[in-house]
Nanobody, 126 residues
Framework: QVQLVESGGGLVQAGGSLRLACAAS????????MGWFRQAPGQEREFVAA????????VYADSAKGRFTISRDNAKNTVSLQMNSLKPEDTAVYYC???????????????????WGQGTQVTVSS
């Protein structure tokens, strides 16, 4: 099983940018479709973005389209989420997720995820 550790969260003003990173260990992520989810206080965890294991195709939540970019580096066993034009409503704990031999749309459901990270806090002030 792959273990995931997120980093890069923090406090940023509205309109600013952050780059989250997810470092994997225990197994190469080259056969895993990787995703990012977030959970705000009092709300359910929601999908943000995912990237295919085989061809790097991507899927984004409507809230992330045009502002966030997911990328992967299989050689470094990492996945990143570049977040631009941040809004206060982006405030949440962001989680990295991995699902083997899957598709971005399947990852987006949040079901049968093989591994979750512990999360990193992102706070956007107005």
């Amino acid at each position: 099983q792959v273990q995931l550790v997120e980093s890069g969260g923090g406090l940023v003003q509205a309109g600013g940018s952050l780059r989250l990173a997810c470092a994997a260990s225990g197994r190469t992520i080259s056969t895993y479709t990787m995703g990012w989810f977030r959970q705000a206080p009092g709300q359910e965890r929601e999908f943000v973005a995912a990237i295919m294991w085989s061809n790097a195709n991507t899927v984004y939540a409507d809230s992330a389209k045009g502002r966030f970019t997911i990328s992967r580096d299989n050689a470094k066993n990492t996945v990143s989420l570049q977040m631009n034009s941040l809004k206060p409503e982006d405030t949440a704990v962001y989680y990295c997720a991995a699902k083997r031999w899957s598709t971005p749309r399947a990852v987006a459901t949040g079901e049968s995820i093989n591994s979750w990270g512990q999360g990193t806090q992102v706070t956007v002030s107005s």
